[in-house]
T-cell receptor
Framework: KNEVEQSPQNLTAQEGEFITINCSYSVGISALHWLQQHPGGGIVSLFMLSSGKKKHGRLIATINIQEKHSSLHITASHPRDSAVYIC????????????FGKGTHLIIQP | DTGVSQDPRHKITKRGQNVTFRCDPISEHNRLYWYRQTLGQGPEFLTY????????KSRLLSDRFSAERPKGSFSTLEIQRTEQGDSAMYLCASSLFRLEYNEQFFGPGTRLTVL
């Protein structure tokens, strides 16, 4: 069973700061997902990646398969970025359900 | 159809009652997933379907839980004889499965409170 660990669990920063959230997993994967969850429960998929780096607007996700580690970066953070960010992995091999980390609760103060 | 929908959004029930939730996936999606999320935790996988076939079930899915996707479109999740520990957000997701790419799209969730 894949274990997914995220750090930090909670992060409070000032508007404009560069944010990094880390995710590590224990077993090889077919894909890693970064998800955003706002109060009330709705989850939005930000990235799905299996290698390298992806960028969308102010968000950047990287993954190092050898080290079993991924990072999510937010540049020029804004209060509307405040949310819970969740890392999840597909372990592959026919098991398609995602295994999730506990999430990082991010608060960006104006 | 702009996304995954779930009904109801909130459900309050008394211990021992049965509840049923519905999920309508994005129309062309062949895979449908159910997850459960308790307060302060990440979601946990419960089960998934490819078309009408239930391909995988987590050990979290006790015999009080049953899920169906009878026509390969919408799905229902039923919990019998609810317990207070069943209180959680129940999330549904769907995807158009391809070997090289399988992004899941999530619904808004159904929040269950068992009194």
């Amino acid at each position: 069973k894949n274990e997914v660990e995220q750090s930090p669990q909670n992060l409070t920063a000032q508007e404009g700061e560069f944010i990094t959230i880390n995710c590590s997993y224990s077993v090889g994967i077919s894909a890693l997902h970064w998800l955003q969850q706002h109060p009330g429960g709705g989850i939005v998929s930000l990235f799905m990646l299996s290698s390298g780096k992806k960028k969308h607007g102010r968000l950047i996700a990287t993954i190092n398969i050898q080290e079993k580690h991924s990072s999510l970066h937010i540049t020029a953070s804004h209060p509307r970025d405040s949310a819970v960010y969740i890392c999840a992995v597909n372990s592959g091999g026919g098991a398609d359900g995602l295994t999730f980390g506990k999430g990082t609760h991010l608060i960006i103060q104006p | 159809d702009t996304g995954v929908s779930q009904d109801p959004r909130h459900k309050i029930t008394k211990r021992g009652q049965n509840v049923t939730f519905r999920c309508d996936p994005i129309s062309e999606h062949n895979r449908l997933y159910w997850y459960r999320q308790t307060l302060g935790q990440g979601p946990e996988f419960l089960t998934y379907f490819q078309n009408e076939a239930q391909l995988e079930k987590s050990r979290l899915l006790s015999d009080r839980f049953s899920a169906e996707r009878p026509k390969g479109s919408f799905s229902t999740l039923e919990i019998q004889r609810t317990e207070q520990g069943d209180s959680a957000m129940y999330l549904c997701a769907s995807s158009l499965f391809r070997l090289e790419y399988n992004e899941q799209f999530f619904g808004p969730g159904t929040r269950l409170t068992v009194l």
